[in-house]
């Protein structure tokens, strides 16, 4: 909000995620550390009120009451006299027309916006009408980090600088990444014993009292069902939706987490299930709701090279408490719950490299896809991109690893010089996994959680 080069700061984050407890954080920096009059702050949630539903223009009109009843000034002279406004707009998406209310209203007016929003799709549609107005900003779950300071009481900071994604593209980085995450051993395994039974949304943590299943029925209702039964009906106008179809695409997605299902499978599953023909571009067109709705990541096939993309996407939880609480299926992560279930040792790979693909999704700056298999070219679970350099990632969840075997994927695609791939990360259960190839490294997960 302050040296960025757009006057309006967006944050966009899947519900429950703590949007708004953040704009009170940061609030109450302005007034206590930097000296910010209450005055020259203003703070609104716009839900959907009926007082809210009666105002053709309702960003504008709270703004200039504002302006004339609380701040006493214009906004321009507010910001020429040294201590500009502040703006902060909770769930904006909710009112028609933001946008262009946000644009006019910054391209008149010096002052601070900071405005939040829980769907990607609504938050989408207004920034055409933004352009080179707004900063955007993705808030995810809580990291490893967070999870350990908030469950564990353990402050670890971040080893990746807060900007820039530069670090990642050294080898050098993520071997400092496997000594760190040896360093911080004991909070990194509480937390991510933590993490492992309840997921990464903070009220998971922040009420470690709660049983399992009423946190459960709070992220069904708040989360997943608000997302079904409220975002279903805020998208394009004209559109017939059907919420049973949505349901059952979303349970096919938690069931196929860190997978890429055929089209096929959904059309003949779906079908099955609902007793009727669904076509593949209506579940695709689904599917993208629910990546839009920030309940699910969908990491598409790489595209190297101008090579045709082939396969569908591959689905990636943006937490995989929702998979256990929709599904009403705990699937432990940590060693010790796995040795007592080794049953699930398989379904917990999957859920491991959709949790893998849903933080390397949330990397700014980057991108991420996955490598299907091709010709004489073995698939490669994902490929991160930053810059001009690729990272080539496998996802090897269990006890006993072929060093040989589990990498050979990796060594097809580092060996291959035009991906312009120096080396490759193996993601593994442990800490003691040694590869002998020197371009090849095992990171641990919750190693790999820890970096930023």
């Known amino acids: 909000m302050d040296h960025g080069l757009a006057p309006i700061v967006v944050v966009r984050g899947p519900r429950q995620v703590g949007k708004t407890t953040l704009q009170e954080q940061i609030i109450r920096e302005l007034i206590e550390v930097r000296g910010v009059e209450p005055h020259h702050i203003l703070r609104v949630q ?7 539903r009666g105002l053709k223009q309702p960003l504008l009109t709270v703004a200039y009451w504002f302006e004339n009843r609380v701040l006493g000034q214009t906004f321009n002279e507010a910001a020429h006299a040294g201590r500009p406004a502040y703006l902060f707009f909770d769930e904006v998406q909710n009112q028609a027309d933001w946008a262009p209310q946000l644009k006019y209203l910054v391209d008149h007016h010096t002052v601070h916006v900071m405005v939040t929003g829980s769907s990607a799709l609504r938050i ?6 933004l352009a080179g107005r707004i900063t955007s900003v993705d808030l995810g779950t809580l990291t490893l980090r967070e999870i350990a300071e908030l469950a564990v009481g353990v402050r670890v900071d971040p080893l990746l600088p807060g900007n820039g994604l530069e670090a990642l593209r050294s080898i050098d980085f993520w071997r400092n990444l496997i000594d760190y995450g040896r360093t911080h051993g004991r909070a990194r395994q509480q937390a991510f014993v933590a993490f ?3 997921g990464g949304y903070p009220i998971a943590h922040a009420r470690p009292d709660v049983p399992w299943l009423e946190l459960a029925n709070q992220l069904n209702e708040t989360v997943i069902r608000r997302v079904i039964q409220h975002d279903l009906r805020m998208g ?44 593949w571009q209506r579940v695709l067109h689904y599917l993208r ?98 810059g001009e350099n690729r990272i080539p990632i ?36 442990e800490d003691d996994v040694v590869l002998r190839d020197p371009r090849l490294l095992a990171v641990p997960l919750s190693t790999l959680l820890m970096m930023s």
């Not at 989408?124 to 009408?129: K, L, N, P, T, V």
């Not at 097809?412 to 490759?424: C, D, K, L, Q, T």
């Open 46 to 52: 716009f839900d959907e009120l009926p007082s809210f």
């Open 124 to 129: 989408e549609i207004g920034r055409d009408s």
């Open 196 to 198: 492992s039974d309840r």
């Open 236 to 279: 394009e106008r004209g559109r017939k939706r059907d919420q049973g179809l949505l349901e059952e695409v979303f349970r096919l997605a938690c069931r196929y987490a860190g997978q890429a299902p055929s089209s096929a499978l959904y059309v003949a599953e779906l079908s099955q299930t609902l007793r009727a023909n669904v076509g």
């Open 289 to 386: 709701f629910l990546d839009g709705a920030l309940l699910l990541r969908l990491i598409e096939p790489a595209e190297i090279r101008l090579k045709r993309r082939r396969g569908g996407p591959k689905i990636c939880l943006v937490d995989h408490s929702l998979r256990a609480s929709w599904l009403a299926e705990r699937i432990p992560l940590d060693r010790r719950s796995l040795d007592e279930m080794p049953h699930l040792t398989d379904l917990a790979g999957r859920i491991a490299e959709s949790v893998v693909g849903a933080f390397l999704a949330g990397l700014p700056h980057s991108n991420t896809s996955y490598f299907p298999e091709r010709a004489q070219e073995p698939e490669v679970d994902f490929v991160l991109t930053v």
């Open 394 to 429: 496998e996802v090897k969840y269990r006890r006993r690893i072929d060093p040989h075997g589990d990498t050979v994927g990796l060594r097809s695609f580092v060996e291959r010089s035009v991906y312009n791939a120096p080396f490759g990360i193996l993601v593994t259960q």
